[in-house]
């Protein structure tokens, strides 16, 4: 029996679709040639300027078009970096507004403003999908056309790295990893929600993370899209010192875009890859894809999108394995017509650490009459540093907080070494450093 049988029975012993072991097997099969997901600084070059449109020359204000969008939002995270056991987007994040809140305040605007039927649907994992259709029982009869809340990102199993079979443990569910969001075009297929939003009507969908709150739709960013006939647009920024270790874009010796991931980086090219002068945009995760394209694609590719695989190494009772990943915007490479567009430094709020929280939760940002979340006029760019021993859990960070947030308003930089707590009248201003160890 050949180490592939072995994870197409377990696959399919755990009921997981035909078209989700196919792409396994396509990425197993890769593997096994030797395809390590590496790309070298032989293969590829910093982008074109011709490849990079600027949001800021963008004019055309139609809202018409927002009849054929539909919103997609990465909520598979559990947040266990911050000390959570449930989807990342069910924190609070301003007036006891959590992520999800927000998101559906924003959704619900844009459909009142416009008279849109607007779909917002969920990617969730195994993990955050019945956590967030509880959540949203508070917002009833909020879909629109006949469209699910949601649909669940695949599973994985677990390469063992010393002889290349599926790993088993006791506990199943660690013998299972998510795919990565590259994910997302195999599970929108697989769930049939492909052909279900082109049957409705819908022709472009935007996909972000649920985490950015600076991620909402734009009207300028899809009529750009339908003038110029783009397939698939990728929202970039431009990469400072604090960006230089995640992925950047890059273009191919044939001139298409293409996204590299820090772990697609050989050891010895790190220092080139976090050159931001030399590559100087990264993505954003904000994606804009035309559906009717995405479906050609799947229909060209036998079903598998052709993605840069990604090796992810780690441990298991002490026993190496790998996991089979991919990133959804590696899709740039595969599209005929894609395009990077430089936004503004605002549609991109990320929170992968208590610390970009307590920022938001500060009175350096606001929610505008949309529920767009922006920062306040004149407030600082605050670069925090809080010990992660000490605030690295959201206990931990509640319980600092616990007598109120600070102002960080006019604070440039905060370094906290130690514990300490703080309250509603304390105030940051300029440059602090705090030594509590």
């Known amino acids: 029996m050949s180490d592939l049988t072995l994870f197409v029975e377990k696959m399919k012993a755990a009921k997981i679709n035909d078209e989700t072991i196919q792409v396994f097997s396509h990425y197993y099969d890769q593997f096994l040639k030797g395809e390590k997901g ?59 507004d959590t992520f999800l809140d927000i998101i559906v305040k924003q959704t619900q605007k844009m459909r009142d403003n416009y008279q849109i039927d607007l779909p917002l649907i969920f990617m969730n994992s195994v993990y955050t999908s019945e956590d967030t ?60 929600l492909l052909d279900k939003l082109l049957n409705k009507g819908y022709e472009y969908i935007f996909v972000s993370n649920s985490d950015n709150l600076g991620a909402v739709v734009e009207p300028l960013i899809l009529n750009q899209l339908i003038s110029q006939n783009i397939d698939f647009a990728m929202e970039v920024c431009q990469r400072t010192e604090m960006d230089k270790k995640g992925g950047h874009l890059a273009e191919t010796k044939e001139g298409k875009l293409i996204l590299r991931e820090v772990a697609q980086c050989p050891d010895d090219e790190i220092e080139e890859f976090q050159d931001i002068e030399k590559y100087n945009y990264f993505n954003t995760n ?35 394995i790998y996991q089979f990943e991919t990133a959804m915007g590696a899709a740039i490479s595969v599209f005929d017509n894609s395009k990077a567009i430089l936004v503004p430094r605002t549609r991109f709020l990320p929170v992968k650490k208590n610390q970009d929280l307590l920022l938001l939760w500060s009175d350096s940002y606001e929610l505008n009459t949309d529920f767009v979340l922006t920062k306040k006029q004149g407030a600082k760019d605050t670069i925090l540093s809080l010990d992660n021993e000490f605030y690295g859990r959201i206990d931990q960070l509640k319980l600092a907080c616990e007598n109120g947030v600070p102002s960080l308003y006019n604070c440039d930089y905060l370094s906290i070494k130690g514990f300490m707590k703080f309250d509603k009248d304390m105030i940051f201003k300029g440059r602090v450093e705090i030594d509590k160890t």
């Open 38 to 96: 590496k790309l070298t600084n032989k293969q590829i070059s910093a982008p074109k300027e011709n490849q990079i449109v600027d949001f800021n020359r963008l004019a055309d204000q139609t809202k018409d078009n927002l009849r054929k969008l539909a919103i997609i939002k990465l909520n598979g995270g559990l947040g266990t970096s911050m000390g959570l056991s449930k989807a990342k987007s069910l924190l609070p994040v301003k007036d006891n």
């Open 286 to 320: 904000n994606l804009w894809i035309n559906l009717k394209k995405l479906k050609e694609k799947l229909n060209e590719y036998n079903g598998v999108l052709p993605l840069s695989l990604i090796l992810n190494e780690k441990k298991v009772e002490n026993i190496n």
């Open 133 to 192: 259709i509880s959540f949203m029982e508070k917002y009833p009869n909020f879909e629109v056309n006949g469209l699910p809340l949601d649909f669940i990102q695949n599973i994985y199993p677990k390469v063992r790295k010393d002889n290349l079979k599926p790993l088993e443990t006791a506990t199943e569910n660690q013998n299972w990893n998510p795919p990565g969001h590259g994910d997302i075009y195999n599970a929108l297929s697989s769930a049939g």
